[in-house]
Every structure is written in structure tokens, then in C-alpha cells.
């Protein structure tokens, strides 16, 4: 999972010409979800957002607070082109988790953020449609967070190890391909 997360002093999301859903300080979070992403993953964003360093503590000190101390909203919008590969100047994204996998995903995502702070703190676009995102970024202050990369097996020695890394990473890239 990659997130684009941006301090803001106010964002809302528009779809069709309506704004769906606003927020005023806080964070707008772009969410781009690989086809081989787990729970784990969503585990691990979701604690970042919530947990990073990057408001103000009242008295000027930065980087003292983070969006739950300081009682902000956080918008979430799905854009599965932060997963994009260039084929050329042709953007391709095989590496994104298709449609209704992703929606599934991405909703269990958004209710694990609920769960784990204020629900109605929490906001989001709409899945899938055509949005205008607008961001009055606070800094402006932008943060790209991605989850780690799985463990390998440390079983393997020497070269035994170096063939079964290339040969996992290879059927990791298999796996986001498909």
C-alpha cells in the first residue's frame, strides 16, 4: 500500500459537480492499493497516518502533534495510479489491485481507520468515480509512505540465498502483475 498524505488546512472531494465530502484541518491522504497488499499492510498505513509527527503543539514547536492529538479530520481518496509503471510516456497499472478486490479492501481500510480513532472524523470520496480532489495544503506538507516490502526467507546461505531472493522478488512482481 502507498499513501500520499498532505497537511492540510482544508480539502473536499466533488463528483459530478457536488462536493461529497469535506473536511477542514488536518489530512488529505491519497490511498493506492497493490494487488498483492494484505491486511498487514492496511495495518501499517493505517497506523502511520494516524501516528505521524507533522502538526504544530500550539506553541509553534513543529512536528510535535499528530492528527489524533490534535483532534483533525483526515480525508481519504482512492487513486490507484499511485501504482503506475511507464510503458514509454503510457502510464500502465498492473501493479494496482483490480476493481471490486480493491473496493472491498479499501472500505475495510477506511473502517479500520474508523475503529482505531473518531469515526466521524474520518471522510472519503466516492470508489471508483471521477473526483475533483481540492487540497489547500498546510506548508505545504506532503509525506509518501509505502508499507514494507515482505521479509524473505532467511533460511538460504551465499549464493543459495542470493537465487532465492531474486527468485521471491520475482514471483512478487508476478503476483501484482496478474
Same mark, same amino acid.
Given at each position: 500500500?502507498?499513501?500520499l498524505?498532505?497537511?492540510?488546512?482544508?480539502?473536499?472531494?466533488?463528483?459530478?459537480?457536488?462536493i461529497?465530502?469535506?473536511?477542514?484541518?488536518g489530512?488529505?491522504?491519497?490511498?493506492?492499493?497493490?494487488?498483492?497488499?494484505?491486511?498487514?499492510?492496511?495495518?501499517?498505513?493505517?497506523?502511520?497516518?494516524?501516528?505521524?509527527?507533522?502538526?504544530?503543539?500550539?506553541?509553534?514547536?513543529?512536528?510535535?502533534?499528530?492528527?489524533?492529538?490534535?483532534?483533525?479530520?483526515?480525508?481519504?481518496?482512492?487513486?490507484?495510479?499511485? $501504482?503506475?509503471?511507464?510503458?514509454?510516456?503510457?502510464?500502465?497499472?498492473?501493479?494496482?489491485?483490480?476493481?471490486?478486490?480493491?473496493?472491498?479492501? $479499501?472500505?475495510?481500510?477506511?473502517?479500520?481507520?474508523?475503529?482505531? $480513532?473518531?469515526p466521524d472524523k474520518?471522510?472519503?470520496?466516492?470508489?471508483?468515480?471521477?473526483?475533483?480532489?481540492?487540497?489547500?495544503?498546510?506548508?505545504?506538507?506532503?509525506?509518501?509512505?509505502?508499507?514494507?516490502?515482505?521479509?524473505?526467507?532467511?533460511?538460504?546461505?551465499?549464493?543459495?540465498?542470493?537465487?532465492?531472493?531474486?527468485?521471491?522478488?520475482?514471483?512478487?512482481?508476478?503476483?501484482?502483475?496478474?
Amino acid at each position: 500500500m502507498k499513501a500520499l498524505i498532505q497537511r492540510v488546512m482544508n480539502a473536499s472531494v466533488t463528483v459530478n459537480g457536488e462536493i461529497i465530502s469535506s473536511i477542514e484541518q488536518g489530512v488529505c491522504v491519497l490511498i493506492g492499493i497493490c494487488n498483492n497488499d494484505t491486511v498487514k499492510d492496511m495495518e501499517y498505513i493505517v497506523k502511520k497516518i494516524l501516528s505521524i509527527k507533522i502538526f504544530d503543539d500550539g506553541t509553534n514547536k513543529r512536528w510535535k502533534k499528530n492528527v489524533v492529538e490534535s483532534q483533525f479530520e483526515v480525508l481519504c481518496v482512492s487513486q490507484f495510479t499511485l $501504482y503506475n509503471t511507464w510503458k514509454g510516456t503510457k502510464p500502465d497499472f498492473h501493479h494496482a489491485m483490480p476493481g471490486e478486490k480493491s473496493k472491498e479492501f $479499501y472500505e475495510k481500510f477506511l473502517q479500520m481507520l474508523r475503529d482505531q $480513532y473518531k469515526p466521524d472524523k474520518i471522510k472519503d470520496g466516492e470508489f471508483g468515480a471521477y473526483m475533483q480532489v481540492c487540497i489547500q495544503n498546510d506548508g505545504p506538507v506532503t509525506f509518501a509512505i509505502e508499507s514494507p516490502i515482505k521479509e524473505q526467507d532467511k533460511s538460504h546461505k551465499g549464493d543459495a540465498k542470493k537465487s532465492s531472493l531474486v527468485n521471491s522478488n520475482e514471483n512478487v512482481l508476478d503476483d501484482c502483475k496478474s
